[in-house]
T-cell receptor, first 112, second 113 residues
Framework: NAGVTQTPKFQVLKTGQSMTLQCAQD?????MSWYRQDPGMGLRLIHY???????DQGEVPNGYNVSRSTTEDFPLRLLSAAPSQTSVYFC???????????FGSGTRLTVV | ELKVEQNPLFLSMQEGKNYTIYCNYS?????LYWYRQDPGKSLESLFV?????AVKQEGRLMASLDTKARLSTLHITAAVHDLSATYFC?????????????FGQGTRLTINP
């Protein structure tokens, strides 16, 4: 049972480039979320989804897009990377009616 | 805007000592979580607190929730080096729907032999 799998683990982008951070879970969880972690700021919610075809914005959605075509996958797209998006990104999932999230191992992104 | 504030943000203590980490939040919620994060690693769930007065214990860690005071505490008893990590509290601001967790800044705990 792999849980929540994120790829890649590390990525360096140039300003203006686009990329997709992948997230997949094999627990059939309805809820999935993306958080970013910056030093001294805890984790902040970017986008979340309550099921296939349903997404919504979190606290810091600007510069990011998401879609959810299947229950298993919830990719996060950076449209035009900026240095302010340098961060560690965590994907998380939870069952409907569950408590708390299971987190992936994270993607460390550096934008230069 | 919901604020979740932890204190202290940094804590250095000796093995065998007791200490408490505090988590204050600014809006009504009856769902609060504690997570542990080791350097370069993901977050590991420690405690789920779902009602006023809830108390959970696991080994040397004990967490409690006072929803009226909007306060949760994480108490460490007779600390050991293996408990060195960063600890986060998180409040669910949408407890009747899709979970939306707001995290505190984290408390970096270092336990010295």
């Amino acid at each position: 049972n792999a849980g929540v799998t994120q790829t890649p683990k590390f990525q360096v982008l140039k300003t203006g480039q686009s990329m997709t951070l992948q997230c997949a879970q094999d627990m059939n969880h309805e809820y999935m979320s993306w958080y970013r972690q910056d030093p001294g700021m805890g984790l902040r919610l970017i986008h979340y989804s309550v099921g296939a075809g349903i997404t919504d914005q979190g606290e810091v959605p600007n510069g990011y897009n998401v879609s959810r075509s299947t229950t298993e996958d919830f990719p996060l797209r950076l449209l035009s990377a900026a240095p302010s998006q340098t961060s560690v990104y965590f994907c998380a999932s939870s069952p409907l009616g569950g408590y708390g999230y299971t987190f992936g191992s994270g993607t460390r992104l550096t934008v230069v | 805007e919901l604020k979740v504030e932890q204190n202290p943000l940094f804590l250095s203590m000796q093995e065998g000592k007791n200490y408490t980490i505090y988590c204050n939040y600014s809006t009504t919620s009856d769902r609060l979580y504690w997570y542990r994060q080791d350097p370069g690693k993901s977050l590991e769930s420690l405690f789920v607190l779902l009602s006023n007065g809830a108390v959970k214990q696991e080994g040397r860690l004990m967490a409690s929730l006072d929803t009226k005071a909007r306060l949760s505490t994480l108490h460490i008893t007779a600390a050991v080096h293996d408990l060195s990590a960063t600890y986060f509290c998180a409040v669910d601001i949408n407890p009747r729907g899709a979970q939306k967790l707001v995290f505190g800044q984290g408390t970096r705990l270092t336990i010295n032999p």
